[in-house]
Protein backbone atom coordinates (compact mmCIF):
# COMPACT_ATOMS: atom_id res chain seq x y z
CA UNK A 1 0.00 0.00 0.00
CA UNK A 2 1.37 3.37 -0.87
CA UNK A 3 1.48 6.01 1.72
CA UNK A 4 -0.98 8.19 -0.09
CA UNK A 5 -3.52 5.22 -0.53
CA UNK A 6 -6.80 6.50 1.55
CA UNK A 7 -8.04 4.01 4.54
CA UNK A 8 -11.58 3.13 3.19
CA UNK A 9 -13.99 3.61 6.13
CA UNK A 10 -16.68 1.22 6.72
CA UNK A 11 -20.39 2.56 6.41
CA UNK A 12 -21.65 3.71 9.88
CA UNK A 13 -18.36 5.91 9.59
CA UNK A 14 -18.87 7.26 6.37
CA UNK A 15 -22.58 8.56 7.15
CA UNK A 16 -20.80 10.84 10.17
CA UNK A 17 -17.34 11.55 8.35
CA UNK A 18 -17.58 11.69 4.51
CA UNK A 19 -18.00 14.25 1.90
CA UNK A 20 -17.54 17.48 4.81
CA UNK A 21 -15.89 20.03 3.11
CA UNK A 22 -14.70 21.58 5.95
CA UNK A 23 -14.25 25.76 5.36
CA UNK A 24 -10.93 27.81 6.44
CA UNK A 25 -12.91 28.82 10.16
CA UNK A 26 -12.66 24.65 10.54
CA UNK A 27 -16.29 24.05 11.96
CA UNK A 28 -17.15 20.72 13.77
CA UNK A 29 -20.44 20.78 12.23
CA UNK A 30 -21.20 21.08 8.42
CA UNK A 31 -21.91 24.80 7.26
CA UNK A 32 -24.98 25.65 6.07
CA UNK A 33 -24.28 27.82 2.73
CA UNK A 34 -27.80 29.55 2.38
CA UNK A 35 -26.58 31.38 -1.01
CA UNK A 36 -27.82 31.90 -4.69
CA UNK A 37 -24.73 32.42 -6.29
CA UNK A 38 -21.40 33.54 -6.07
CA UNK A 39 -19.11 36.01 -6.79
CA UNK A 40 -15.65 35.58 -8.85
CA UNK A 41 -12.11 36.97 -8.34
CA UNK A 42 -12.07 38.80 -11.78
CA UNK A 43 -13.36 38.46 -15.21
CA UNK A 44 -10.84 35.96 -16.55
CA UNK A 45 -12.20 33.29 -13.58
CA UNK A 46 -16.05 33.95 -14.43
CA UNK A 47 -15.55 33.45 -18.18
CA UNK A 48 -12.88 29.64 -16.39
CA UNK A 49 -15.77 28.67 -14.54
CA UNK A 50 -18.24 29.23 -17.50
CA UNK A 51 -16.24 26.89 -19.74
CA UNK A 52 -15.47 24.21 -16.75
CA UNK A 53 -11.88 25.28 -16.78
CA UNK A 54 -12.44 26.36 -12.98
CA UNK A 55 -13.91 24.20 -10.71
CA UNK A 56 -15.69 26.61 -8.46
CA UNK A 57 -19.23 27.04 -7.77
CA UNK A 58 -21.45 29.58 -10.55
CA UNK A 59 -24.82 29.15 -9.31
CA UNK A 60 -27.48 26.98 -6.47
CA UNK A 61 -29.58 25.77 -8.68
CA UNK A 62 -27.36 22.93 -10.08
CA UNK A 63 -24.07 23.21 -7.25
CA UNK A 64 -23.53 24.41 -3.80
CA UNK A 65 -21.34 23.27 -1.43
CA UNK A 66 -24.11 22.30 1.66
CA UNK A 67 -25.56 20.09 -1.29
CA UNK A 68 -22.37 19.00 -2.03
CA UNK A 69 -21.67 17.58 1.11
CA UNK A 70 -24.98 15.90 0.62
CA UNK A 71 -24.20 14.50 -2.16
CA UNK A 72 -20.82 13.30 -1.44
CA UNK A 73 -21.75 11.55 1.83
CA UNK A 74 -24.44 9.53 0.08
CA UNK A 75 -22.05 8.82 -2.87
CA UNK A 76 -19.93 7.82 -0.69
CA UNK A 77 -22.00 5.59 1.89
CA UNK A 78 -23.54 4.21 -1.34
CA UNK A 79 -20.81 3.03 -3.18
CA UNK A 80 -21.68 5.12 -6.22
CA UNK A 81 -19.59 7.39 -8.46
CA UNK A 82 -21.96 10.35 -8.48
CA UNK A 83 -25.11 11.72 -7.31
CA UNK A 84 -27.51 14.65 -7.17
CA UNK A 85 -29.42 15.77 -4.68
CA UNK A 86 -33.10 17.26 -5.93
CA UNK A 87 -36.00 18.54 -4.62
CA UNK A 88 -38.04 15.39 -3.70
CA UNK A 89 -38.34 11.90 -3.80
CA UNK A 90 -40.70 12.41 -6.76
CA UNK A 91 -38.24 14.49 -8.77
CA UNK A 92 -34.97 11.95 -8.28
CA UNK A 93 -37.37 9.46 -9.90
CA UNK A 94 -38.38 11.48 -12.38
CA UNK A 95 -34.82 12.52 -13.30
CA UNK A 96 -34.02 9.13 -13.24
CA UNK A 97 -36.48 7.84 -15.58
CA UNK A 98 -37.33 11.14 -18.41
CA UNK A 99 -33.57 11.47 -18.25
CA UNK A 100 -33.02 7.97 -20.34
CA UNK A 101 -35.71 7.82 -22.37
CA UNK A 102 -37.44 9.66 -25.57
CA UNK A 103 -40.21 9.44 -27.80
CA UNK A 104 -40.77 6.07 -29.37
CA UNK A 105 -38.66 4.45 -25.70
CA UNK A 106 -40.48 1.58 -23.97
CA UNK A 107 -40.09 1.15 -20.08
CA UNK A 108 -40.73 -1.94 -18.09
CA UNK A 109 -41.77 -1.82 -13.91
CA UNK A 110 -43.24 -3.79 -11.40
CA UNK A 111 -46.78 -2.42 -11.27
CA UNK A 112 -46.57 -2.50 -7.44
CA UNK A 113 -45.05 0.82 -6.67
CA UNK A 114 -45.41 4.03 -4.69
CA UNK A 115 -48.32 5.85 -6.03
CA UNK A 116 -46.47 8.91 -7.92
CA UNK A 117 -44.38 6.52 -8.99
CA UNK A 118 -46.82 4.78 -10.96
CA UNK A 119 -48.59 7.40 -11.96
CA UNK A 120 -44.99 8.82 -13.98
CA UNK A 121 -44.75 5.30 -15.47
CA UNK A 122 -48.23 4.65 -16.84
CA UNK A 123 -49.63 8.28 -17.27
CA UNK A 124 -46.19 10.92 -17.53
CA UNK A 125 -44.37 8.83 -19.94
CA UNK A 126 -47.13 7.66 -22.19
CA UNK A 127 -47.82 11.65 -22.76
CA UNK A 128 -44.63 12.20 -24.73
CA UNK A 129 -44.30 8.75 -26.71
CA UNK A 130 -42.67 6.42 -24.38
CA UNK A 131 -44.62 3.50 -23.50
CA UNK A 132 -44.68 0.85 -20.97
CA UNK A 133 -45.63 -2.52 -19.42
CA UNK A 134 -45.97 -2.89 -15.74
CA UNK A 135 -45.44 -6.97 -14.61
CA UNK A 136 -45.63 -8.61 -11.24
CA UNK A 137 -41.79 -7.92 -9.90
CA UNK A 138 -41.38 -11.19 -8.29
CA UNK A 139 -42.27 -12.92 -11.57
CA UNK A 140 -38.63 -13.14 -13.50
CA UNK A 141 -40.43 -14.25 -16.37
CA UNK A 142 -42.88 -11.18 -16.62
CA UNK A 143 -39.94 -9.25 -16.79
CA UNK A 144 -38.37 -10.99 -19.96
CA UNK A 145 -41.37 -11.03 -21.60
CA UNK A 146 -42.25 -7.37 -21.06
CA UNK A 147 -38.73 -6.58 -22.85
CA UNK A 148 -39.17 -5.59 -26.68
CA UNK A 149 -36.29 -3.78 -28.85
CA UNK A 150 -37.16 -0.30 -27.81
CA UNK A 151 -37.09 -1.36 -23.90
CA UNK A 152 -34.74 1.45 -22.18
CA UNK A 153 -35.03 0.71 -18.68
CA UNK A 154 -36.53 -1.14 -16.18
CA UNK A 155 -37.92 0.29 -12.96
CA UNK A 156 -38.49 -1.45 -9.07
CA UNK A 157 -38.93 -0.55 -5.90
CA UNK A 158 -38.01 -3.29 -3.19
CA UNK A 159 -39.79 -4.28 -0.47
CA UNK A 160 -42.59 -2.94 -2.24
CA UNK A 161 -45.13 -0.24 -0.98
CA UNK A 162 -46.96 -1.34 0.72
CA UNK A 163 -46.78 -5.18 0.41
CA UNK A 164 -43.59 -5.20 1.24
CA UNK A 165 -42.96 -8.04 -1.63
CA UNK A 166 -39.05 -8.69 -2.28
CA UNK A 167 -38.05 -8.41 -5.82
CA UNK A 168 -34.91 -10.25 -6.81
CA UNK A 169 -32.50 -6.96 -7.75
CA UNK A 170 -29.59 -9.20 -8.97
CA UNK A 171 -31.81 -11.69 -11.05
CA UNK A 172 -34.09 -8.47 -12.70
CA UNK A 173 -30.66 -6.52 -13.01
CA UNK A 174 -29.24 -9.59 -15.60
CA UNK A 175 -32.29 -9.19 -17.70
CA UNK A 176 -32.19 -5.50 -18.10
CA UNK A 177 -29.09 -5.90 -19.23
CA UNK A 178 -29.38 -8.91 -21.31
CA UNK A 179 -31.67 -6.87 -23.00
CA UNK A 180 -29.33 -3.58 -23.51
CA UNK A 181 -31.63 -2.25 -20.86
CA UNK A 182 -30.67 -0.42 -17.35
CA UNK A 183 -32.18 -0.99 -13.88
CA UNK A 184 -33.02 1.79 -11.31
CA UNK A 185 -34.09 0.90 -8.09
CA UNK A 186 -36.31 3.18 -5.90
CA UNK A 187 -34.39 1.81 -2.69
CA UNK A 188 -36.28 3.91 -0.14
CA UNK A 189 -38.03 1.06 1.82
CA UNK A 190 -34.57 -0.81 2.50
CA UNK A 191 -33.16 2.33 3.41
CA UNK A 192 -29.22 1.93 2.20
CA UNK A 193 -28.22 0.73 5.44
CA UNK A 194 -30.08 -2.65 4.31
CA UNK A 195 -29.92 -3.11 1.04
CA UNK A 196 -26.76 -1.43 -1.73
CA UNK A 197 -28.79 -2.16 -5.34
CA UNK A 198 -25.76 -0.93 -7.17
CA UNK A 199 -23.51 -3.98 -5.55
CA UNK A 200 -26.48 -6.23 -6.73
CA UNK A 201 -26.21 -5.01 -10.72
CA UNK A 202 -28.52 -2.11 -10.63
CA UNK A 203 -27.32 0.69 -12.95
CA UNK A 204 -29.56 4.00 -10.29
CA UNK A 205 -30.39 3.91 -7.45
CA UNK A 206 -32.75 6.43 -6.52
CA UNK A 207 -33.95 8.02 -2.68
CA UNK A 208 -36.87 10.00 -1.18
CA UNK A 209 -34.59 11.50 1.21
CA UNK A 210 -37.71 12.77 3.02
CA UNK A 211 -38.07 9.20 4.52
CA UNK A 212 -35.55 7.59 6.78
CA UNK A 213 -32.66 10.09 5.49
CA UNK A 214 -34.23 13.25 6.98
CA UNK A 215 -36.21 10.32 9.74
CA UNK A 216 -37.50 13.18 11.99
CA UNK A 217 -40.73 14.30 9.95
CA UNK A 218 -39.31 17.87 8.56
CA UNK A 219 -37.40 18.32 5.02
CA UNK A 220 -38.29 17.34 1.70
CA UNK A 221 -35.65 15.69 -0.26
CA UNK A 222 -34.37 13.37 -3.03
CA UNK A 223 -31.28 11.93 -4.61
CA UNK A 224 -30.23 10.22 -7.67
CA UNK A 225 -26.72 7.80 -7.31
CA UNK A 226 -25.27 5.90 -10.24
CA UNK A 227 -21.76 6.20 -12.39
CA UNK A 228 -20.30 9.30 -13.30
CA UNK A 229 -21.43 8.43 -16.91
CA UNK A 230 -25.13 7.68 -16.04
CA UNK A 231 -25.23 10.83 -14.26
CA UNK A 232 -23.76 13.24 -16.62
CA UNK A 233 -25.85 10.88 -19.86
CA UNK A 234 -28.67 11.59 -18.22
CA UNK A 235 -29.28 13.44 -15.19
CA UNK A 236 -27.13 16.54 -14.64
CA UNK A 237 -27.91 18.48 -18.07
CA UNK A 238 -31.81 17.82 -16.77
CA UNK A 239 -31.20 19.01 -13.51
CA UNK A 240 -29.35 21.60 -14.01
CA UNK A 241 -31.59 22.89 -16.89
CA UNK A 242 -35.33 22.27 -15.47
CA UNK A 243 -34.12 23.08 -11.96
CA UNK A 244 -35.91 20.86 -9.12
CA UNK A 245 -32.80 21.17 -7.11
CA UNK A 246 -32.32 20.38 -3.16
CA UNK A 247 -32.38 23.58 -1.28
CA UNK A 248 -29.01 23.96 0.82
CA UNK A 249 -31.24 24.11 4.03
CA UNK A 250 -32.73 21.31 3.94
CA UNK A 251 -29.76 19.34 2.42
CA UNK A 252 -28.08 20.32 5.82
CA UNK A 253 -31.14 19.02 7.85
CA UNK A 254 -30.42 15.77 5.84
CA UNK A 255 -26.78 15.54 6.21
CA UNK A 256 -27.49 15.84 10.09
CA UNK A 257 -30.14 13.21 9.50
CA UNK A 258 -27.12 10.72 7.85
CA UNK A 259 -25.04 11.36 10.83
CA UNK A 260 -27.94 8.86 12.87
CA UNK A 261 -29.32 6.91 10.06
CA UNK A 262 -27.77 3.63 11.29
CA UNK A 263 -28.50 3.73 14.78
CA UNK A 264 -32.01 5.09 14.01
CA UNK A 265 -32.84 2.69 11.26
CA UNK A 266 -31.58 -0.29 13.16
CA UNK A 267 -33.89 0.79 16.41
CA UNK A 268 -36.45 1.27 14.17
CA UNK A 269 -36.27 -2.19 11.90
CA UNK A 270 -36.30 -3.71 16.00
CA UNK A 271 -38.97 -2.25 16.81
CA UNK A 272 -40.32 -3.86 13.82
CA UNK A 273 -39.78 -7.30 14.45
CA UNK A 274 -40.83 -6.91 17.87
CA UNK A 275 -44.35 -5.67 16.76
CA UNK A 276 -44.54 -8.91 14.06
CA UNK A 277 -43.44 -10.92 17.06
CA UNK A 278 -45.88 -10.00 19.03
CA UNK A 279 -49.11 -10.50 16.43
CA UNK A 280 -47.83 -12.81 15.06
CA UNK A 281 -50.59 -15.08 16.12
CA UNK A 282 -53.06 -12.67 16.72
CA UNK A 283 -56.88 -13.66 16.12
CA UNK A 284 -57.72 -10.94 14.76
CA UNK A 285 -55.13 -10.46 12.57
CA UNK A 286 -54.93 -12.73 9.08
CA UNK A 287 -51.93 -11.89 7.47
CA UNK A 288 -48.40 -10.74 8.08
CA UNK A 289 -46.02 -9.29 6.16
CA UNK A 290 -42.58 -8.86 7.72
CA UNK A 291 -39.58 -8.72 5.24
CA UNK A 292 -37.03 -10.50 8.23
CA UNK A 293 -39.45 -13.35 9.02
CA UNK A 294 -38.93 -16.65 7.38
CA UNK A 295 -42.56 -16.83 6.78
CA UNK A 296 -42.04 -14.01 4.33
CA UNK A 297 -42.88 -15.23 0.42
CA UNK A 298 -39.60 -14.27 -0.23
CA UNK A 299 -37.65 -14.55 2.37
CA UNK A 300 -34.74 -16.58 0.79
CA UNK A 301 -34.70 -13.26 -1.67
CA UNK A 302 -34.64 -10.73 1.25
CA UNK A 303 -31.62 -13.23 3.13
CA UNK A 304 -29.93 -12.91 -0.61
CA UNK A 305 -30.08 -9.67 -1.06
CA UNK A 306 -30.99 -7.54 2.15
CA UNK A 307 -28.84 -6.69 5.66
CA UNK A 308 -31.73 -6.46 7.45
CA UNK A 309 -35.46 -6.39 7.82
CA UNK A 310 -36.97 -3.57 7.49
CA UNK A 311 -38.46 -0.38 9.60
CA UNK A 312 -42.04 -1.14 8.00
CA UNK A 313 -44.65 -4.05 8.35
CA UNK A 314 -48.02 -4.58 6.71
CA UNK A 315 -51.05 -6.85 8.23
CA UNK A 316 -55.05 -7.66 7.25
CA UNK A 317 -57.19 -7.22 10.06
CA UNK A 318 -59.82 -9.59 9.85
CA UNK A 319 -63.00 -7.65 8.92
CA UNK A 320 -62.25 -5.23 6.33
CA UNK A 321 -62.63 -1.74 5.95
CA UNK A 322 -64.87 -1.30 9.63
CA UNK A 323 -62.34 -3.23 11.71
CA UNK A 324 -59.25 -1.74 9.54
CA UNK A 325 -60.62 2.11 10.60
CA UNK A 326 -61.89 0.95 14.36
CA UNK A 327 -58.23 0.27 14.96
CA UNK A 328 -56.17 2.87 13.16
CA UNK A 329 -58.69 5.14 15.51
CA UNK A 330 -58.31 2.80 19.06
CA UNK A 331 -54.43 3.67 18.69
CA UNK A 332 -53.05 6.11 21.07
CA UNK A 333 -50.11 6.11 20.23
CA UNK A 334 -49.24 5.25 16.39
CA UNK A 335 -50.31 8.16 14.63
CA UNK A 336 -52.59 7.59 11.69
CA UNK A 337 -50.37 9.34 8.51
CA UNK A 338 -48.94 8.61 5.32
CA UNK A 339 -45.29 8.77 5.86
CA UNK A 340 -42.80 6.40 6.74
CA UNK A 341 -39.14 6.27 7.77
CA UNK A 342 -40.50 8.83 10.59
CA UNK A 343 -39.34 8.65 14.74
CA UNK A 344 -42.93 8.80 15.13
CA UNK A 345 -44.46 5.44 14.49
CA UNK A 346 -47.15 5.69 11.68
CA UNK A 347 -49.74 3.74 10.34
CA UNK A 348 -51.37 3.94 6.83
CA UNK A 349 -54.56 1.89 5.52
CA UNK A 350 -53.07 1.97 1.60
CA UNK A 351 -56.80 1.35 0.21
CA UNK A 352 -58.05 4.41 1.42
CA UNK A 353 -55.37 7.10 1.02
CA UNK A 354 -52.09 6.02 -1.01
CA UNK A 355 -53.82 3.27 -3.28
CA UNK A 356 -57.34 4.63 -3.69
CA UNK A 357 -56.48 6.04 -7.22
CA UNK A 358 -56.45 2.33 -8.36
CA UNK A 359 -59.48 0.16 -9.14
CA UNK A 360 -60.31 -2.51 -6.40
CA UNK A 361 -59.08 -5.21 -8.68
CA UNK A 362 -55.67 -2.87 -9.73
CA UNK A 363 -55.43 -3.26 -5.54
CA UNK A 364 -56.16 -7.07 -5.29
CA UNK A 365 -53.77 -7.65 -7.93
CA UNK A 366 -50.90 -5.83 -5.50
CA UNK A 367 -52.18 -7.46 -2.25
CA UNK A 368 -53.85 -4.25 -1.13
CA UNK A 369 -57.27 -5.80 0.69
CA UNK A 370 -59.60 -3.00 2.53
CA UNK A 371 -58.12 -4.78 5.76
CA UNK A 372 -54.25 -4.06 5.12
CA UNK A 373 -52.68 -1.63 7.07
CA UNK A 374 -48.90 -0.61 6.84
CA UNK A 375 -47.08 0.67 10.16
CA UNK A 376 -43.79 2.45 10.27
CA UNK A 377 -42.25 1.50 13.27
CA UNK A 378 -40.65 4.77 15.19
CA UNK A 379 -37.83 5.06 17.94
CA UNK A 380 -40.01 4.58 20.85
CA UNK A 381 -39.87 1.98 23.35
CA UNK A 382 -40.64 -1.42 21.59
CA UNK A 383 -42.99 -2.24 24.47
CA UNK A 384 -45.09 0.81 24.37
CA UNK A 385 -45.68 0.41 20.60
CA UNK A 386 -46.67 -3.46 21.24
CA UNK A 387 -48.82 -2.39 24.04
CA UNK A 388 -50.84 0.40 22.12
CA UNK A 389 -51.55 -2.35 18.86
CA UNK A 390 -52.63 -5.06 21.07
CA UNK A 391 -54.59 -2.82 22.78
CA UNK A 392 -56.40 -1.19 19.80
CA UNK A 393 -56.82 -5.01 17.87
CA UNK A 394 -59.29 -5.62 20.84
CA UNK A 395 -61.02 -2.46 20.63
CA UNK A 396 -61.48 -3.37 16.40
C1 LIG B 1 -42.10 8.77 -0.49
C2 LIG B 1 -41.63 7.93 -1.60
C3 LIG B 1 -41.34 8.49 -2.85
C4 LIG B 1 -41.52 9.96 -3.15
O1 LIG B 1 -40.75 10.78 -2.34
P1 LIG B 1 -41.15 12.31 -1.97
O2 LIG B 1 -39.98 12.78 -1.20
O3 LIG B 1 -42.41 12.25 -1.20
O4 LIG B 1 -41.32 13.01 -3.27
C5 LIG B 1 -40.91 7.63 -3.84
N1 LIG B 1 -40.79 6.30 -3.64
C6 LIG B 1 -41.07 5.74 -2.45
C7 LIG B 1 -40.92 4.26 -2.29
C8 LIG B 1 -41.50 6.51 -1.39
O5 LIG B 1 -41.79 5.96 -0.21
Same mark, same amino acid.
Given at each position: ???????????????????????????????????????????????????????????? %??????????????????????? @?????????????????????????????????? +???????????????????????????????????????? &??????????????????? #??????????????????????????????????? #???????????????? %???????????????????????????????????? %??????????????????????? @????????? #??????????????????????????????????????? @?????????? &?????????? #??????????????????? +???????????????????????
Amino acid at each position: MSASAKKIYRPETRLVQAGTLRSPFGETSEALYLTQGYVYDNAAQAEARFKGEDPGYQYS %RFANPTVDMFERRMAAFEGAEAA @RATATGMAAVTLALVGQVKAGDHVVASKAMFGSC +RYIVEDYLPRFGVTSTLVDGCNLDAWREAVRPNTKTFFLE &SPTNPALEVIDIAEVARIA #HAAGATLVVDNVFATPLFQSPLALGADCVVYSATK #HIDGQGRCLGGIVLAS %RKFIMDHVHVLLRQTGPSMSPFNAWVLLKGLETLAV %RVRRQADNAAALAVAIAEHPKIS @RLIYPGRPD #HPQAAVARKQMRGGSTLLAFEIKGGKPAAFRFQDALKLI @RISNNLGDAK &SLITHPATTT #HQRLTPAQRAELGISDGLV +RVSAGLEHPDDIVEDVLAALEAA
